[in-house]
């Protein structure tokens, strides 16, 4: 049975990160209060230096908060070693960056192998995951190919299936599109969505594109290091966070 509890899958509460280097004090996050539920798509937008690559970090837990809790899928970050973040992230969460971050003497297939051959899985577990992963975004024909073979969206979708290659419970992005023309950002963008509605993936987006925005179930804009203010799929229900 699913209760309203199981289904957020992040719950970030009164979240502080404040920066200290040497003399300068940054408060990089102030207070935040964020949830995202299972399946759902969301957009993280606002001016640059407002906290919205810290959230991601602090969020995902591949950076400790100043003050506040974060739990995901139940689970408070707090409580676990360095080692069991690292290896909550490998196994339940993908990553998707502006830069593809994909080795360039591997072919498409090898680089989404690596995550689960990393994570201990079998050579055949990993080329059979690696294979409907590359599927899944629309690639089955380009496997052998290496980065530099590539187009950027193409790119772009080997790092999508990559994170997506260990069934994980909840996808980041930061920037996804931020390297790519229109035309291969829409096809990125309508990737992401299509992924979160046939297969119910749950993601996070760090966007200046109205593009992605407009495809999210919902909108989180930041500014100072607190959420302004969220907007409902087609605008249609504003609220103060
Ligand atoms: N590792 C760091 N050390 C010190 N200050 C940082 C660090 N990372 C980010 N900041 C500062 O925190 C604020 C938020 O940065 P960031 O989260 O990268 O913003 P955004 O992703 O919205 O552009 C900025 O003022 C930035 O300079
Ligand atoms: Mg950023």
Redesign the pocket.
Known sequence: MTTIEDSVIVDASDVWKI?Q?GQLK?E?LRGLNLKVKKGEMLAVM?P????????LNCVSGLDDVTKGKVTIEGTDLATMSDDQKAQFRARRMGFIFQAYNLLPVLTAQENVELPLLLSGVSESEAKTGARSALKMVGLEDWRTHKPAELSGGQQQRVTIARALVNKPAIVWGDEPTGNLDSENSEEIVRLLRSLNRDYGLTLVV?THDQHVAQETDRIVL?RNGQIEKQINAAGLNHSKA
Not at 48 to 55: A, E, I, Q, R, V
């Open positions: 920066y280097t940054v990089a606002g640059s230096g407002c906290g919205k690559t810290t959230l760090v930041m």
